[in-house]
């Protein structure tokens, strides 16, 4: 089992604190962690998130700052967003953005206005709140319209998103989401946008490592503007990049700063350049392959058991599971497995008859796992380990997910979690 990482100074200072991440580190060293949207970091990556670049602010950008002693924040930062340009192929890349929201807030910021129309994938059919969903800033200020999937298929049905965008007229059609278990196809929605002269935000939040690594088509050739958050399947810290072709590139900055934030945070910048650095090297392209690899086995070995999964089945890094056929509730099921060591997001599934809060679904990936070595072989383990927990949830049985906990722990000690080994 890998140990806890040594934090002195904050175990001296707050020792209550430093409780809780070593609480935490050995969670995540024994569980099995199959949220879709989460991985592990390098110890590089982790150790540019704590420098001392944390201390510096920068407003502006490499060159045109507002604060003076940025001789090594403007290396650094033209660093990540060179390495950003040679990894996904784009002309212009913004390293700034905090996170995934803000940068697709961005994107409104820069190429509509409060009361423009936008056209994105609906929430319970596999879209983002960002996407103009009624909830959301986006769903508010905007008038947001939403295509969603065929009830047969779990596909996006792309006769209503060319409907909707010849009826609708959107300033921004929105491609990409957070249950989305097929390749999306980029150029049927870039046809679509230059039919009806929208701006095409392609958001590759939980995609871009597979991009980057192969494992999916890009979606340059396409899309006016790529949004990503720079964690998920890319193996970067909690924080996000725009990138556009160049004539797009003095709306979309302006658009980050000054028009939503000020300073970027330097750390995460320095962690978003040595993320980028391990996209380009040879062994994260097998990492990118191996991830749809484990996928679509773990999707098989769920199919062999009688699961129904949204689509039939995956081309990326995750599993969207309806359990209305297994009679167990998608939090009942997602709050029992994480008592069984297996980390799930319940989830609503397309056309779902029950409450978001409360959905039929459960939302599984393999990024986490295939980052600690886990194979093809594995799969099979996985979703034999998910049954019983979904079979243990319906009966009420603590004592079997308690047995499938300590068959967890056990295989996680012998696949360390990358970051949080030590020698």
């Known amino acids: 089992m890998p140990l806890p990482l040594s934090h002195p100074a904050l175990s001296a200072a707050d020792p209550e604190l430093a409780d809780l991440v070593g609480a935490e580190e050995r969670l995540q060293a024994d569980t099995l962690r199959l949220i879709p949207s989460e991985n592990y970091v390098s110890a590089a990556v982790l150790e540019a998130t704590g420098t001392v670049l944390q201390n510096k602010y ?37 390293v700034q953005p905090y996170s995934g929201s803000p940068a697709n807030l961005a994107a409104y910021l820069a190429f509509a206005r409060p009361g423009d129309t936008v056209l994105g994938m609906s929430l319970p059919m596999g879209g983002h709140l960002t996407h103009g969903w009624g909830v959301s800033a986006t769903g508010t200020w905007f008038h947001g319209v939403q295509y969603g999937v065929h009830a047969d298929t779990g596909l996006i049905d792309f006769d209503q998103v060319r409907d909707l965008a010849r009826k609708e007229r959107p300033k921004i059609i929105f491609c990409g989401g957070t249950a989305v278990p097929r390749t999306i196809d980029f150029a049927a929605f870039g046809e679509i946008a230059r039919e009806v002269d929208a701006v095409l935000v392609a958001d590759i939040a939980h995609i871009a490592g597979l991009i980057a690594g192969g494992a999916h088509p890009s979606p340059v050739p396409h899309a006016d ?62 990492y990118a392959h191996a991830v749809v690899a484990n996928a679509k086995a773990l999707a098989e070995a769920l199919l062999a058991r009688g699961f129904d999964l949204v689509s039939g089945g995956t081309d990326n890094h995750l599993v969207l599971i309806d359990l209305t056929g297994k009679d167990v509730p998608g939090k009942v099921a997602a709050k029992a497995l994480d008592r069984a060591g297996i980390v799930v997001n319940y989830n609503t599934v397309p056309f779902d008859p029950r409450k978001p809060f409360d959905p ?57 979690a990358p970051g949080l080994a030590t020698a």
């Open 58 to 94: 920068s407003e502006g950008y490499a060159g045109r700052r507002y604060y003076e002693g940025q001789q090594n924040i403007d290396r650094v930062e033209t660093l990540a967003v060179e390495r950003a340009k040679a990894v996904f192929g784009v002309e212009h890349a913004n």
């Open 225 to 286: 503007v790529i949004s990503t958050t720079t964690h998920k399947t890319l193996r970067g810290p909690r924080g996000a990049m725009l990138m556009s072709r160049a004539t797009h590139a003095k709306a979309l900055d302006k658009a980050v700063f000054p028009g939503l934030q000020g300073g970027p945070h330097n750390h995460t910048t320095a962690a978003i350049a040595v993320a980028l650095h391990e996209a380009a090297a040879p062994a994260f392209r097998d």
């Open 360 to 416: 039929s679904g459960i939302r599984i990936g393999t990024p986490s796992l295939t980052s600690r070595g886990l194979g093809t072989d594995l799969m099979p383990q996985v979703a034999e380990w998910i049954e019983r927990g979904v079979t243990a949830a319906k009966a009420d049985d603590e004592a079997a997910l308690a047995a499938v906990r300590g068959e967890v722990a056990e295989l996680m000690a012998h696949y360390p």
